[in-house]
């Protein structure tokens, strides 16, 4: 073999390795922007799912605080609201009726945003409960809400119930809420048929544990000892929701930190999203 052939063969080794290393780059820096590319509609994804859950809420409080500000008896000697005014009551009873039509929309509209929720990894058992909590509360806050309008509407107001007995109160607010609370909502029924639960009195029925929970809610935020004379039921129902609608913004808090704290892990490792 002449040195010609010897070099011409030696330069075109050294150029198939070059071409070899180059193409490994351009597959690596390939990648390494795909995975970028990937990072960023992650990121742009959970951005866009927690600005969603931020208006949601908004408009879900707007709702609950507008029932609140049309039936809640305080509000009404604020504005000095003329008694007996037949016109005046319906048309107050007409926006009720339409916010709490709204309202309830909303509320159920929180299923949407479980089942989508973007997992956490494995270890996702915070953001499932946070996200359980809030749902727990939008069904309550819906349900206070409904039972607040029939109170502050009814013709006959209750008079058999001894406002000064904070349990009879407490009672008395359960049992108005516990028939209107939309059962898909629960974390309690999860997993279950709604429209098949078994009644408070049956075996396996989730309802005492549901109640019981609620009656701590109500006796340490809303009923409590020394909180002050109460001059209506309804009143008292008031109460009941203003605190309900802190408690369900202190529940979406939880929820998008948990979602802020999974976009800043996705940034590193992405993953799949998974439902409730």
Known sequence: MSWDGALSSVLSFVAIVIGI????????????IARGQATQETES????????????????????????????????????????????????????VGALSRLQVHVELLRIYAITMPAVGRNDSSART??????????????????????????SPLDDVD??????????????????????LLSDLDGKDPN??????????????????????????????????????????ASSLAHTSERYQGFLMAVLRQWNSLRLDKTTHPTSQAGR
């Open 21 to 32: 290393v180059l193409a490994a780059l351009a597959l690596r820096q390939s990648g390494q």
């Open 45 to 96: 994804y959970l951005s866009g799912r927690m600005q969603g859950l931020v208006e949601h809420a908004r408009e879900t409080m707007l709702e609950s605080q507008t029932i609140l500000d049309l039936t809640n008896p305080l509000m009404g000697e604020l504005l000095s609201a003329p008694e007996g005014d037949r016109d005046a009551i319906n048309e107050r009873r007409s926006a009720v």
């Open 130 to 155: 946070a996200l359980a909590d809030l749902m727990d509360e939008g069904a309550w806050l819906y349900s206070e809400a409904m039972h607040l309008s029939i109170l502050a509407f009814e013709e």
């Open 163 to 184: 406002l000064s007995d904070n349990e009879s109160v407490i009672g008395e607010l359960l049992n108005g809420s516990l028939v209107n609370l939309p059962r898909r």
């Open 196 to 237: 098949d639960v078994p009644f408070f009195s049956e075996p396996g029925s989730p309802w005492p544990a549901i109640y019981s929970r609620r009656e701590d809610v109500l006796r340490r935020g809303v009923v409590r000892e020394g909180s002050g004379p109460r001059d209506s039921l309804t009143e008292a129902a």
